[in-house]
């Protein structure tokens, strides 16, 4: 990674980097639908998080890899591959689509391309929302500065504990995590040993200016979910739209409820509850949530 780059990209007006389930998806559909955003037809386009992960990767890595970002890369491009077998006409009258579909599938993903991946003129703000970015080192998102110097950065957070089971759901439910084999336990052992929500949001707020860098709680969001979208649009100097609402109020993927062991239960309150501490000095307020978590 080049220290000095010349490229950026200064027409990227926005940066949703809030880890996964904190409501990024909510935030996308809510966004994407919005005359004055133009957001990627690929949602996630993880870009800095592959940079940093899995740099140099070529089209062939991504054919034939098989890291969870490779799958989907695969699937997005045989969804288009068969949409456009589908509806040919469709597809050749939408030429500013299709040169985008290309430019995603085949092309190497470097510096370039993530400046090309967002056309001038499109929308009067232009963006994307990654939630891998959250957690990125310091480096990478110094590298996202460079790059994306005016961005916006809207940071979404979820009490660690409810945050952290919404994930075990998912795995339980998938069938590659057990709560009676350690496999929960060991999970869990790794996020609080790698996952500062105090650190990270620390570092976005020394990488950024201020005011470009909020912090929204998805707590808020379950309250209220138009105000929530009120609140992102003033952040982005975007006037609320009426349509939006219907959207606001739609539940975006769901899980199931599963109880918690009182051993989990101790070892999420205990492996976060300095961090939470910091992350209330660092902003002076957390959710009332944070407190006796869900």
Same mark, same amino acid.
């Given at each position: 990674?080049?220290?000095n780059?010349?490229?950026?990209?200064?027409?990227?007006?926005?940066?949703?980097?809030?880890?996964?389930?904190?409501?990024?998806?909510?935030?996308?559909n809510?966004l994407?639908?919005?005359?004055?955003?133009?957001?990627?037809?690929?949602k996630?386009?993880?870009?800095?998080?592959q940079d940093?992960?899995?740099?140099?990767?070529?089209?062939f890595?991504?054919?034939?890899?098989?890291?969870?970002?490779?799958?989907?890369?695969?699937?997005?491009?045989?969804?288009?591959?068969?949409?456009?077998?589908r509806?040919? $006409? &469709?597809?050749l009258?939408?030429? +500013?689509?299709?040169?985008? #579909?290309?430019h995603h599938i085949?092309?190497?993903? !470097?510096? @370039?391309?993530?400046?090309?991946?967002?056309?001038?003129?499109?929308?009067r703000?232009?963006g994307?929302?990654?939630?891998?970015?959250?957690?990125?080192p310091?480096?990478q998102?110094k590298k996202?500065?460079?790059?994306?110097?005016?961005?916006?950065?809207?940071?979404?957070?979820?009490?660690p504990?409810?945050?952290?089971?919404?994930?075990v759901?998912?795995?339980v439910?998938?069938?590659?995590?057990d709560v009676?084999?350690?496999?929960?336990?060991?999970?869990?052992?790794e996020?609080?040993a790698?996952?500062?929500f105090a $650190? &990270?949001a620390?570092?976005?707020? +020394?990488?950024?200016?201020k #005011?470009?860098?909020?912090?929204f709680?998805y707590? !808020?969001l @379950?309250?209220?979910p138009?105000?929530?979208y009120?609140a992102?649009?003033?952040f982005?100097?975007?006037?609320?739209q009426?349509?939006?609402?219907e959207t606001?109020?739609?539940?975006?993927n769901?899980?199931?409820a599963m109880?918690?062991p009182?051993?989990l239960?101790?070892?999420?309150?205990?492996?976060?509850?300095?961090?939470?501490?910091?992350?209330?000095?660092?902003l002076?307020?957390l959710?009332?949530?944070?407190?006796?978590?869900?």
């Open positions: 990674m080049a220290l780059n010349p490229i950026t990209a200064p027409h990227v007006g926005l940066l949703g980097v809030g880890p996964e389930k904190t409501g990024t998806t909510w935030i996308h809510v994407e639908g919005h005359p004055d955003v133009w957001l990627p037809p690929c996630e386009l993880s870009f800095f998080w940093f992960a899995f740099p140099d990767e070529t089209f890595d991504r054919l034939t890899k098989n890291e969870w970002h490779h799958k989907r890369h695969r699937d997005y491009a045989k969804y288009r591959f068969k949409h456009a077998m509806y040919p $006409r &469709s597809a009258r939408d030429m +500013d689509r299709l040169k985008w #579909d290309l085949v092309t190497t993903h !470097d510096d @370039q391309w993530y400046r090309d991946a967002f056309p001038t003129g499109a929308a703000l232009t994307e929302i990654s939630p891998q970015y959250f957690f990125l310091t480096e998102i996202i500065f460079r790059l994306c110097p005016n961005a916006k950065i809207i940071i979404t957070l979820r009490e504990s409810a945050w952290i089971w919404s994930f759901r998912m795995l439910k998938k069938g590659e995590m009676d084999d350690g496999s929960v336990d060991a999970f869990l052992d996020k609080i790698e996952n500062s $650190r &990270s620390k570092l976005w707020l +020394d990488t950024f200016p #005011d470009q860098v909020k912090i709680f707590e !808020d @379950q309250r209220d138009w105000s929530f009120c992102i649009c003033e982005l100097a975007l006037e609320p009426a349509s939006a609402r606001s109020e739609r539940r975006v769901a899980g199931r109880d918690q009182e051993r239960q101790r070892k999420m309150a205990d492996g976060w509850r300095e961090d939470k501490e910091a992350l209330r000095a660092l002076g307020r959710p009332e949530e944070w407190s006796t978590p869900v």
